[in-house]
Protein backbone atom coordinates (compact mmCIF):
# COMPACT_ATOMS: atom_id res chain seq x y z
CA UNK A 1 0.00 0.00 0.00
CA UNK A 2 1.25 3.00 -0.82
CA UNK A 3 0.12 6.98 -0.53
CA UNK A 4 1.58 10.20 -1.72
CA UNK A 5 1.04 13.00 0.66
CA UNK A 6 2.71 15.62 -1.83
CA UNK A 7 0.17 14.52 -4.56
CA UNK A 8 -3.34 16.46 -5.07
CA UNK A 9 -5.47 13.66 -5.45
CA UNK A 10 -8.99 14.93 -6.76
CA UNK A 11 -11.68 12.01 -6.74
CA UNK A 12 -14.73 12.96 -8.50
CA UNK A 13 -17.95 11.24 -10.39
CA UNK A 14 -21.24 13.77 -11.87
CA UNK A 15 -22.45 14.22 -8.27
CA UNK A 16 -19.15 14.51 -5.54
CA UNK A 17 -15.87 16.23 -6.12
CA UNK A 18 -13.27 15.41 -3.23
CA UNK A 19 -10.40 17.95 -3.69
CA UNK A 20 -7.22 17.98 -0.83
CA UNK A 21 -8.38 20.82 1.99
CA UNK A 22 -6.38 23.63 2.17
CA UNK A 23 -6.38 26.54 4.32
CA UNK A 24 -8.13 28.71 2.26
CA UNK A 25 -11.37 26.56 3.43
CA UNK A 26 -11.72 27.73 6.61
CA UNK A 27 -14.17 30.34 4.57
CA UNK A 28 -16.40 27.87 3.60
CA UNK A 29 -16.69 25.63 6.88
CA UNK A 30 -16.91 28.71 8.73
CA UNK A 31 -20.99 29.46 7.95
CA UNK A 32 -21.36 25.45 9.06
CA UNK A 33 -19.42 26.16 12.49
CA UNK A 34 -21.33 29.22 12.95
CA UNK A 35 -24.99 28.38 11.97
CA UNK A 36 -24.80 24.19 12.62
CA UNK A 37 -23.27 23.33 15.39
CA UNK A 38 -25.35 20.36 15.84
CA UNK A 39 -23.06 18.92 12.82
CA UNK A 40 -20.01 18.24 15.65
CA UNK A 41 -22.70 16.93 18.52
CA UNK A 42 -21.34 13.23 18.07
CA UNK A 43 -17.43 14.28 17.16
CA UNK A 44 -14.57 13.34 18.92
CA UNK A 45 -13.02 16.89 17.55
CA UNK A 46 -15.18 20.17 17.73
CA UNK A 47 -15.63 21.85 14.89
CA UNK A 48 -18.43 24.34 16.10
CA UNK A 49 -17.34 27.94 16.59
CA UNK A 50 -15.17 29.89 14.54
CA UNK A 51 -12.20 29.35 16.95
CA UNK A 52 -13.25 25.32 17.15
CA UNK A 53 -13.45 25.36 13.22
CA UNK A 54 -9.79 26.75 13.05
CA UNK A 55 -8.51 24.13 15.17
CA UNK A 56 -10.48 21.60 13.40
CA UNK A 57 -8.81 22.45 9.72
CA UNK A 58 -5.15 22.85 11.21
CA UNK A 59 -5.22 19.94 12.53
CA UNK A 60 -6.31 18.19 9.50
CA UNK A 61 -3.91 19.78 7.62
CA UNK A 62 -1.04 18.58 10.12
CA UNK A 63 -2.22 15.49 10.15
CA UNK A 64 -1.56 15.35 6.14
CA UNK A 65 1.67 17.19 6.57
CA UNK A 66 2.93 13.85 9.23
CA UNK A 67 1.67 11.71 7.00
CA UNK A 68 -0.80 10.57 9.21
CA UNK A 69 -4.15 11.79 7.42
CA UNK A 70 -5.08 13.01 3.95
CA UNK A 71 -8.25 15.29 4.08
CA UNK A 72 -10.47 16.37 1.49
CA UNK A 73 -12.67 18.94 0.97
CA UNK A 74 -16.09 17.76 -0.11
CA UNK A 75 -18.04 19.86 -3.31
CA UNK A 76 -21.65 19.24 -4.47
CA UNK A 77 -21.46 19.28 -8.18
CA UNK A 78 -24.95 19.64 -8.56
CA UNK A 79 -24.79 23.14 -6.64
CA UNK A 80 -21.42 23.93 -7.22
CA UNK A 81 -21.08 24.28 -3.68
CA UNK A 82 -18.86 23.60 -0.57
CA UNK A 83 -20.77 20.96 1.21
CA UNK A 84 -18.74 19.39 3.89
CA UNK A 85 -15.42 17.20 4.86
CA UNK A 86 -13.76 14.16 4.72
CA UNK A 87 -10.92 11.80 5.28
CA UNK A 88 -8.59 9.22 5.56
CA UNK A 89 -6.98 8.82 8.76
CA UNK A 90 -5.08 6.69 10.94
CA UNK A 91 -3.25 5.16 7.54
CA UNK A 92 -1.01 2.21 8.45
CA UNK A 93 1.27 1.65 5.43
CA UNK A 94 2.86 -1.38 6.95
CA UNK A 95 -0.33 -2.77 8.19
CA UNK A 96 -1.97 -1.61 4.61
CA UNK A 97 -4.90 -0.47 6.30
CA UNK A 98 -6.17 3.09 6.70
CA UNK A 99 -9.39 4.52 8.61
CA UNK A 100 -12.33 6.48 6.94
CA UNK A 101 -13.88 9.08 8.60
CA UNK A 102 -14.20 12.62 10.02
CA UNK A 103 -16.77 13.01 7.84
CA UNK A 104 -19.99 16.04 8.20
CA UNK A 105 -22.06 17.90 4.98
CA UNK A 106 -24.14 20.37 5.96
CA UNK A 107 -27.74 19.96 6.68
CA UNK A 108 -29.04 20.56 2.67
CA UNK A 109 -27.07 17.62 1.67
CA UNK A 110 -27.47 15.35 4.07
CA UNK A 111 -30.49 12.86 2.70
CA UNK A 112 -29.57 13.69 -1.25
CA UNK A 113 -27.11 10.95 -2.14
CA UNK A 114 -23.91 12.76 -1.53
CA UNK A 115 -22.41 10.49 1.16
CA UNK A 116 -22.82 7.40 -1.09
CA UNK A 117 -21.34 8.97 -4.28
CA UNK A 118 -18.65 10.31 -1.76
CA UNK A 119 -18.01 6.69 -0.14
CA UNK A 120 -17.63 4.97 -3.31
CA UNK A 121 -15.21 7.53 -5.10
CA UNK A 122 -13.02 7.34 -1.44
CA UNK A 123 -13.31 3.47 -1.18
CA UNK A 124 -12.62 2.79 -4.92
CA UNK A 125 -9.58 4.85 -4.51
CA UNK A 126 -8.50 3.38 -0.95
CA UNK A 127 -8.78 -0.50 -2.41
CA UNK A 128 -7.42 0.48 -6.13
CA UNK A 129 -5.29 2.76 -6.32
CA UNK A 130 -4.00 2.55 -2.76
CA UNK A 131 -4.40 -1.10 -2.62
CA UNK A 132 -5.40 -1.18 1.00
CA UNK A 133 -6.48 -4.69 2.43
CA UNK A 134 -8.90 -3.29 4.50
CA UNK A 135 -10.71 0.18 5.47
CA UNK A 136 -12.20 0.85 8.91
CA UNK A 137 -15.20 2.80 10.17
CA UNK A 138 -15.97 4.30 13.71
CA UNK A 139 -19.49 5.55 15.40
CA UNK A 140 -20.40 7.21 18.40
CA UNK A 141 -22.79 4.07 19.17
CA UNK A 142 -25.46 6.78 20.47
CA UNK A 143 -25.02 8.16 16.24
CA UNK A 144 -27.54 5.68 14.99
CA UNK A 145 -27.89 7.53 11.53
CA UNK A 146 -24.20 7.27 10.79
CA UNK A 147 -23.99 3.59 11.71
CA UNK A 148 -26.53 3.05 9.11
CA UNK A 149 -25.32 5.29 6.57
CA UNK A 150 -22.13 2.63 7.03
CA UNK A 151 -24.29 -0.37 7.24
CA UNK A 152 -25.85 0.73 4.06
CA UNK A 153 -22.70 0.98 1.47
CA UNK A 154 -21.25 -2.28 2.65
CA UNK A 155 -19.73 -2.39 6.22
CA UNK A 156 -19.55 -5.41 8.70
CA UNK A 157 -20.25 -4.57 12.16
CA UNK A 158 -17.42 -5.52 14.38
CA UNK A 159 -18.37 -4.72 17.58
CA UNK A 160 -17.75 -1.92 20.46
CA UNK A 161 -15.07 -0.53 22.00
CA UNK A 162 -16.83 0.29 25.55
CA UNK A 163 -15.79 4.01 26.90
CA UNK A 164 -13.93 4.46 24.14
CA UNK A 165 -12.60 8.03 24.34
CA UNK A 166 -14.58 11.43 25.42
CA UNK A 167 -16.54 12.72 22.49
CA UNK A 168 -16.74 16.92 22.33
CA UNK A 169 -19.71 17.28 24.12
CA UNK A 170 -17.98 15.66 27.36
CA UNK A 171 -19.68 12.33 27.59
CA UNK A 172 -17.41 9.48 27.22
CA UNK A 173 -18.43 7.25 23.99
CA UNK A 174 -18.73 3.96 23.29
CA UNK A 175 -16.80 3.19 19.71
CA UNK A 176 -18.85 1.09 16.99
CA UNK A 177 -16.60 -0.35 14.81
CA UNK A 178 -16.89 -1.29 11.26
CA UNK A 179 -15.00 -2.04 8.21
CA UNK A 180 -14.89 -3.50 4.61
CA UNK A 181 -11.96 -6.11 3.42
CA UNK A 182 -10.87 -5.83 0.18
CA UNK A 183 -12.10 -9.00 -1.25
CA UNK A 184 -15.62 -8.16 0.22
CA UNK A 185 -15.10 -4.89 -2.11
CA UNK A 186 -14.28 -7.05 -4.29
CA UNK A 187 -16.60 -9.72 -4.13
CA UNK A 188 -20.07 -7.84 -4.53
CA UNK A 189 -19.98 -4.63 -1.96
CA UNK A 190 -18.82 -2.65 -5.14
CA UNK A 191 -21.14 -3.57 -7.57
CA UNK A 192 -24.10 -3.17 -4.69
CA UNK A 193 -22.79 0.83 -3.97
CA UNK A 194 -22.18 1.12 -7.65
CA UNK A 195 -26.02 0.55 -8.30
CA UNK A 196 -27.12 2.78 -5.45
CA UNK A 197 -25.15 5.52 -6.59
CA UNK A 198 -25.62 4.96 -10.47
CA UNK A 199 -28.27 2.84 -11.24
CA UNK A 200 -28.30 -0.06 -13.78
CA UNK A 201 -27.53 2.50 -16.55
CA UNK A 202 -24.27 3.94 -14.57
CA UNK A 203 -25.99 7.58 -14.24
CA UNK A 204 -27.35 9.44 -10.96
CA UNK A 205 -28.91 6.81 -8.68
CA UNK A 206 -30.02 7.38 -4.80
Known sequence: MQID???NY???DNI???VPLTPGDY???LPYALNEPELWDYSTQPGDGARNMKQYLDSALLGRASGQQYPFAVIDKRSNA???STRFYNIQLEHETLELGYTWYGKA???TGLNKHCKYLMLQFAFEKLESMRVEFRADARNT???AAMKSIGCTLEGTLRSHMPASDGHRRDSVILSILKQEWEGGVKERLYRKCYGETGKEGA
Open 5 to 7: FNT
Open 10 to 12: VLE
Open 16 to 18: AKL
Open 27 to 29: AHM
Open 82 to 84: FAG
Open 109 to 111: FQG
Open 145 to 147: RSI
